[in-house]
């Protein structure tokens, strides 16, 4: 199914390859304030986006859906995990990411900008139905044309996902502010902790874990 982009600002051509995202909310039909919730979403892409730059900035379809695009599998992986850990408590979004070939279609299409089409969106569709089904928690698949890439890749993400189901509200935030770059002091001071109890939080609860894969995701995007 062709996706909308919603920003009509003059842009530079898109590359024909890349790795499309959709997101749901999780229980949406339970949100309170639809609007509230979009808006939080949003700014937890832009957040996310400051530190791992998309080809296409997230942006919110119709069906309590969002979108972006990427360039690699890797850099939607390290965007989704912060996009995730950015939103606030009770409100959670799954991913399905597709790696594929992406185009426009029909060229402008008026207010909500040109319609995108292509096999990472559909591979992208294929792996949120593959998110949805899986136990809560595991909010997060990938889909590509390399079977052997997509089991490796879908299989680091399953656990990922798992360790950062387990993490507090605090060990959440601490994840968050060491996956964009602040030292274990610098988050203790944010936290009103020691650099000890950060030390040992990051350790125990899995969050140094996430900052492995993180690293290792983001060593593959540069090697690619």
Excluded: C, K, N, Y
């Excluded at 040109?114 to 949120?128: E, N, Q, S, V």
């Excluded at 390399?146 to 656990?159: F, I, M, N, R």
């Amino acid at each position: 199914m062709p996706r909308r982009r919603t920003d009509t600002a003059a842009r530079e051509p898109l590359p024909t390859r890349g790795v499309a995202v959709i997101a749901d909310i999780v229980g949406s039909r339970t949100l309170a304030d639809r609007a509230a919730a979009q808006a939080a979403i949003l700014h937890a892409f832009a957040a996310a986006e400051r530190q791992v730059p998309p080809l296409l900035p997230g942006w919110a379809t119709v069906g309590d859906e969002f979108q972006s695009l990427h360039t690699h599998w890797s850099t939607a992986a390290r965007a989704v995990l912060r996009v995730g850990l950015a939103l606030p408590p009770g409100l959670a979004l799954r991913f399905g990411l597709g790696e594929g070939d992406h185009h426009e279609v029909g060229g402008d299409a008026g207010e909500g900008g040109p319609i995108l089409d292509g096999t990472a969106w559909h591979r992208a569709r294929a792996a949120l139905e593959t998110a949805d089904g899986r136990a809560p928690g595991a909010a997060t698949a990938f889909l590509g044309p390399d079977p052997e890439l997509s089991l490796a890749v879908d299989g680091q993400l399953l656990l990922r996902d798992h360790l950062v189901g387990r993490l507090r509200a605090r060990e959440r935030r601490l994840a968050a502010a060491l996956l964009a770059g602040s030292t274990q002091t610098e988050a203790a001071r944010q936290e009103r902790i020691t650099q000890s109890a950060v030390s040992q939080a990051v350790a125990r609860s899995g969050v140094g874990r996430i900052l492995e894969l993180d690293a290792l995701h983001a060593a593959a995007g540069e090697g690619r």
